[in-house]
């Protein structure tokens, strides 16, 4: 049984940052990835990590601001917040799966790929 549990959300202001934790217990992700999820939107892809190798993908709208990491030892991942923005407002997701795939897949961008989910964590932007 692997369980995900995800910390460090909060309220900051527009340009501030936040740093995102999940703490993975039971079997070490072949991938691992942050979804985030506001009111009335779908959820959508923030970023991915390929656990052996660190290979990383990142969506458009977070790419420059956001970094994605992982602690191999303590099996935790992070997602790393910089110059926050209003629009980063949204519940965030942990995500995992034990499968690992090609470094090109499209699968590290659907969350209806990965197994596993944490609770979410309250991620507010302030202008």
């Known amino acids: 049984q692997v369980q995900l549990v995800e910390s460090g959300g909060g309220l900051v202001q527009a340009g501030d940052s936040l740093r995102l934790s999940c703490a993975v217990s039971?079997?070490?992700?072949?991938?691992a990835g942050w979804f985030r999820q506001s009111p009335g939107k779908e959820r959508e892809f923030v970023s991915s990590?390929?656990?052996?190798?660190?290979?990383?993908r990142y969506a458009d709208a977070v790419k420059g601001r956001f970094t994605i990491s992982r602690d191999r030892a303590k099996k935790e991942v992070y997602l790393q917040m910089n110059m926050l923005r209003p629009e980063d407002t949204a519940v965030y997701y942990c995500?995992?799966?034990?499968?690992?795939?090609?470094?090109?897949?499209?699968?590290?961008?659907?969350?209806?790929?990965?197994?596993?989910w944490g609770q979410g964590t309250q991620v507010t932007i302030s202008s």
């Open positions: 990590i390929r656990w052996f190798d660190g290979n990383s």
């Open positions: 039971g079997s070490t992700p072949g991938a």
């Open positions: 995500a995992g799966t034990p499968r690992t795939w090609n470094s090109g897949s499209s699968y590290y961008y659907d969350h209806s790929k990965y197994d596993y």
